[in-house]
């Protein structure tokens, strides 16, 4: 094969570098801005700006021994060049793959483990492909060509790490929440030099050991720094406590901002020294790879990669370019944003709308977690118990107005602070002790061990934070297993054929980025779809009934269209309509969910000379439920019949259900002009007529009894004709339900405003 397929493929791995860096940093970016978005302590654009000179430095400063690529996972002189390209080609195809398909969904996942089990799935298959094709080899000389023990220690570190995270995080932060309680403002003034000089001391020990060991410059302060950890650290603590004094008192202002701005500062460097690996490691090691071969002039298949196993210097052009990118990213990049708010909403202190649902298993640690607490609690004495409880009282959130508590920070600055430090200090820790670990998973599990100590998952959200959670989880370990399985496929189609399967693996990758840039610009852009619900934002009665005007204009339009499609799909026995009438429903049906769910901010927003309007907007939404209930129920049971392949409905009872239809769009359609137009006047008229649509029903049901005594035949039938007859009679009650009330309350609230006119006009 000739020099321009490697050189090519090179070409296309440096590109997938640059597009992996754009997809990681859009993942690991929550892993050091949460903290600081979720207490809004410090403005966005402040947190973007030290977040970038953060990521900028430690990329620069970056190492550059980028081992776990070159041979952490792998024996690379037990390959040749030809396959190192294939691996290295896999590797980068899947990697960036698997990293867009995790910030679609928006959830956070570790590029760590992603490049490490990439790297392990490409070389395992690329090995089992050496094997079965030698005669002298056989399984268990696998382990020749794989790295075990750094492969193990890996997948240990990383493990490990899950665990110890949320222990320290929810340990540390239940001890701050003791001292500081949740009213931290004056217990700040006191112990908050002391809080401050810990907690930067910590995250100066941490930048410094964190940041400088890997670096090309720590040789030259090795002599300065080791053996003088404990002065470093001393020494810093007195400085910072001293700083954190002084600043309190010069500016007036909680040392806890400048804490949250530095740790934030520290975590991104970290973040990009440590992580840059993961993105341009591979893309490095196939340059020096392709650089050695072309020098040697040795065939591709018989050149041995030996010259991986030596150290190679950092190119800082390389650094410089990819920290560049990785700000770039930070700053326009979309999906990060949507991942933020996975980890914020599963550490919020107060309710929020939660991401996920219930599942048997977080209901089932729930349920255990409870039952140990209420062991514990017998063994405390309950003095003590109260004492504790004293430090965990939160500010009172229902004196906060509903355009408040929707825009209230998500945690508070003790939270965020506690989240950087402990973050910070255990990277450190574990990079000291050559532990690889993932930078992600042990910010994520910081961030949940704090919010599980603070108390943030009550009865109201333990559920759906605990199944957050282990979704999180459970998507790691999908990684681990989703990245090892595909790049294995990957590298064995292309050495199958890599001057077709390389194009073709590259054109698909292009595709699927773009196809999933488009699906979640579309998803992300809350486009407010024709007919969909608005939450009421009004404080007085006569705001709230124009507004729900439009809800329920909106919900008798889709309402109609929903029966017209039941009666139509039965009658055509048209399934696909049907199944699609179900979503439908179902959709309808979530959204006025949600605007109960709403209620209780609605309330909290109400005048107090309209404290009336909260009934009428309840009732509307009982009756707007009612509704969808029935039309639910009606397009269920069409459905179910067509679908049990059940006997069709009699021409005559299609003919009748037409009839009823044609009766219910007319009222429909009339109710949603009063509706839209707001004239309420033609409400009256609409309720004047309602006992002839009554009759109608009532009727049908009177002709079907006797075609059931008569005629009919098949029971399935019969039961499906009065489920539908029955169903539309309460369809109709709620219906003219809902105006009755429009008619009174508007009524009601016009009067006294008429007559203060008329008084004015004598």
């Not at 390209?85 to 990697?95: C, G, Q, R, S």
């Not at 030259?220 to 003088?228: A, I, T």
């Not at 939450?535 to 339009?557: L, M, P, R, T």
């Not at 021409?651 to 137009?677: C, G, P, V």
Request: proline share 2%; glycine share 6%; net charge neutral.
């Amino acid at each position: 094969m000739d020099h321009n397929i490697y050189l090519l493929m090179l070409i296309a791995i440096t590109v997938l570098a640059v597009a992996d860096i754009v997809v990681g940093v859009s993942n690991d970016a929550i892993n050091f801005l949460n903290s600081a978005i979720g207490s809004k302590a410090i403005s966005m654009r402040t947190i973007m700006i030290v977040a970038s000179l953060g990521i900028f430095i430690g990329a620069v400063f970056s190492s550059g021994m980028m081992e776990v690529a070159r041979k952490g996972i792998f024996v690379p002189a037990m390959f040749n060049f030809e396959e190192i390209m294939y691996i290295f080609m896999a590797v980068m195809i899947t990697d960036i793959l698997l990293l867009d398909f995790f910030n679609t969904i928006g959830l956070p996942t570790s590029t760590t483990v992603s490049i490490v089990f990439n790297l392990l799935g490409a070389a395992v298959v690329m090995s089992l492909i050496k094997v079965t094709a030698s005669d002298s080899q056989t399984f268990a000389d696998l382990g020749d060509y794989i790295n075990t023990k750094k492969a193990f220690e890996i997948i240990r570190g990383i493990l490990m790490s899950v665990f110890i995270a949320f222990t320290v995080g929810a340990l540390v932060q239940w001890i701050s929440r003791l001292v500081f309680t949740f009213h931290y403002e004056k217990k700040i003034k006191n112990f908050g030099a002391i809080f401050g000089g810990i907690s930067l001391a910590a995250i100066t020990y941490f930048i410094f050991l964190k940041g400088l060991k890997g670096t090309p410059y720590y040789k030259d302060l090795k002599g300065l720094l080791e053996g003088n950890e404990l002065f470093i650290i001393c020494g810093s603590l007195v400085f910072w406590t001293l700083f954190s004094y002084g600043f309190q008192k010069v500016f007036k202002k909680t040392i806890l901002l400048f804490v949250i701005a530095v740790g934030t500062f520290g975590l991104a460097l970290a973040f990009s020294g440590n992580d840059l690996v993961n993105f341009i490691g591979v893309p490095m090691a196939a340059y020096h790879s392709y650089e050695a071969w072309v020098a040697s002039g040795v065939d591709a298949s018989l050149f041995s990669m030996e010259v991986l196993d030596k150290k190679v210097p950092a190119e800082p052009l390389l650094l410089f370019i990819s920290g560049g990118i990785m700000v770039l990213t930070l700053w326009f990049s979309k999906k990060a944003k949507t991942v933020a708010e996975t980890e914020i909403s599963l550490s919020n202190q107060g309710e929020t709308h939660e991401k996920f649902e219930p599942n048997m298993l977080s209901r089932s640690v729930v349920k255990a977690s409870s039952w140990l607490s209420d062991m514990f609690g017998n063994m405390v004495p309950v003095s003590t118990q109260e004492k504790i409880g004293k430090s965990f009282e939160k500010p009172n959130t229902a004196a906060l107005r509903k355009d408040q508590s929707v825009d209230a920070p998500a945690f508070d600055m003790i939270r965020a602070s506690v989240n950087l430090m402990v973050a910070g200090v255990l990277i450190a820790i574990a990079t000291s002790m050559k532990l690889p670990l993932s930078t992600t998973y042990v910010t994520f599990m910081v961030a949940m061990g704090t919010s599980f100590a603070d108390r943030a998952w009550g009865r109201e959200s333990a559920v759906y934070r605990v199944a957050g959670v282990l979704n999180v989880i459970g998507g790691w370990f999908g990684t681990a297993i989703g990245a090892f399985v595909a790049a294995g496929i990957v590298v064995f189609l292309i050495k199958w054929n890599p001057s077709v399967m390389t194009p073709i693996l590259l054109l698909l990758t292009i595709i699927l980025l773009v196809r999933n840039y488009l699906s979640h610009k579309n998803s992300s852009k809350k486009i407010i779809e024709e007919d969909s619900l608005i939450h009421a934002e009004s404080s007085s009665i006569q705001g709230v009934i124009h507004e729900s005007a439009n809800n329920i204009a909106n919900v008798v339009k889709r309402g109609n269209k929903i029966y017209s499609s039941a009666i139509n799909g039965l009658a055509k026995q048209d399934l696909v309509l049907l199944k699609k009438n179900k979503k439908n429903i179902v959709k309808l049906s979530n959204e006025i969910d949600e605007l109960r769910d709403n209620i209780f901010y609605f309330i909290k927003n109400l005048d107090e000379s309209s404290v009336g309007a909260s009934n009428f907007y309840i009732n509307i939404l009982g009756y707007l439920q009612d509704m969808t209930q029935s039309l639910e129920y009606i397009s269920k049971v069409s459905h179910k019949h067509v679908n049990n392949n059940h006997k069709k409905l009699k021409f005559n009872q299609i003919k009748e259900l037409k009839q009823i239809d044609q009766y219910l769009e007319s009222l429909f359609n009339n109710t949603k002009k009063a509706f839209d137009s707001q004239s309420f006047e033609q409400i009256g008229a609409i309720l004047d007529n309602k006992n002839e649509v009554f009759n109608l029903v009532t009727e049908k049901i009177q002709i079907q009894v006797e075609r059931t005594r008569t005629e009919e035949s098949s029971p399935k039938n019969t039961t499906l004709y009065f489920s539908l007859l029955l169903e539309t009679k309460d369809l109709l009650t709620a219906t003219m339900n809902l105006l009755e009330e429009y008619h009174n309350a508007h009524d009601s609230s016009v009067a006294p405003a008429t007559l203060a006119s008329l008084e004015e006009e004598e």
